[in-house]
């Protein structure tokens, strides 16, 4: 993609903002020295109004007179629970924790857009509302961003947001409409039964057979029920019961989360792994509890959104993305008014592995790419 010159010459800021975060990841709602961060930069380049919301969060609005639109740009902020292997000078500070999904690039994309924002005001002919959001591994923070405001006060009519991608080359951008990442659910199934002596299991109920007998049919409620083309897939990742070797458990807790493209198909599945449940309930006299816990809806592109963007863009910059089974909280927003997520490819260079992992690392050259989506996104 051709940058603008102003862009282009971002490129030594870009690294250093971008490392500089990278050494400080934190954990969701956490994010405190990430915001006095973007804070500090903000004071240089100032926005017309600055609120910090969902503990973490800042929304930064630059106001144009008599603008009868405005536009939100999205960035996320927090870190994953990982031990960074990367054996570099900007390396995390914090153990434990590291910036393994490119939220460092993210923040630092809507920060050098902010900067070309400041410094280009009499070009800018709507209102925009730049978004730097807490929570987005786990706990849903676009969820209370929008409680508290992010989208009113300027009414936003439309949002953006961009992710990095390492499955996609470097500098190209990911697009595609309509459904592009899944709708999650977590939840757990909890089983419970009656402790026993292991020598005695007729005078209890097995909690851990109950809990597998039930593991095991619910691979069946994908492969037998639902459409294979239609997308879904679910992983119980963690169990957790039984006390010692001779006991028989009276509890198990099972981590899961369920991951579709379609409403339909979400009920549909929900429905079956309950009337499963009630069935092993039956046949092993245990019970099943299920509590759904998080959710986030499909990261679902309009179509009209999709097809304006192709006016700021070459094909050949364009890669269709396949939709994945991947969540993203960035479908909150989608919720209550239109907005285009978009992959930006930084797989190649320092990039060798997927996102997630312990030796992620990326060339902060793709996102001066994401900024200059930005700057033509909003008119400059």
Not at 93 to 108: F, I, P, Q, V
Not at 139 to 159: F, W, Y
Not at 350 to 356: E, M, Q, S
Request: charged share 25%; aromatic share 8%; net charge negative.
């Amino acid at each position: 993609m051709q940058l603008h010159p102003e862009v282009a010459a971002m490129a030594r800021d870009c690294a250093q903002i971008r490392q500089s975060l990278h050494r400080i990841p934190e954990s969701g709602f956490e994010e405190y020295k990430t915001s006095a961060y973007i804070l500090d930069f903000l004071k240089r380049y100032p926005p017309d109004s600055v609120h910090t919301l969902s503990e973490t969060g800042i929304k930064a609005t630059y106001y144009t007179p008599g603008a009868t639109e405005t536009i939100a740009f999205r960035a996320d902020m927090d870190s994953l629970s990982i031990r960074e292997r990367n054996d570099v000078p900007y390396k995390s500070e914090h153990a434990g924790r590291m910036h393994a999904c490119g939220h460092d690039g993210h923040m630092t994309m809507l920060l050098l857009f902010a900067r070309l924002l400041s410094q280009n005001r009499d070009k800018l002919g709507v209102n925009v509302v730049l978004l730097f959001q807490p929570a987005e591994e786990g706990k849903c923070g676009a969820s209370r961003m929008v409680q508290d405001g992010a989208l009113t006060d300027p009414d936003v009519g439309k949002i953006y947001g961009i992710h990095l991608w390492p499955d996609i080359p470097r500098g190209k951008i990911g697009v595609r409409w309509g459904p592009m990442m899944a709708k999650a659910c977590e939840f757990d199934i909890t089983a419970h039964g009656l402790s026993s002596h292991g020598a005695s299991p007729q005078m209890g109920v097995d909690a851990i057979v109950a809990a597998a007998t039930l593991i095991t049919m619910l691979q069946t409620a994908l492969t037998r029920n639902i459409d294979p083309l239609s997308g879904a897939l679910l992983t119980i990742g963690k169990i957790d019961g039984g006390v010692t070797r001779n006991i028989i458990a009276d509890e198990v807790v099972m981590n899961a989360t369920l991951r579709v493209f379609s409403e339909d198909v979400y009920i549909q599945l929900m429905r079956r792994i309950r009337a499963m449940a009630s069935g092993v309930a039956e046949a092993t006299s245990a019970d099943f509890e299920i509590k759904e816990l998080q959710h986030y809806p499909c990261v679902d592109n309009p179509r009209e959104l999709v097809e304006d963007f192709y006016r700021y863009v070459d094909m050949d910059d364009l890669v269709i993305a396949d939709p994945v089974l991947i969540a993203e909280d960035f479908s909150c927003y989608q919720q209550e008014i239109p907005g285009l997520f978009l992959f930006l490819g930084v797989g190649g260079g320092k990039n060798k592995v997927p996102l997630h992992n312990p030796l992620f690392d990326f060339d902060e050259d793709a996102l001066l790419v994401g900024v200059e989506l930005y700057r033509r996104l909003a008119g400059l």
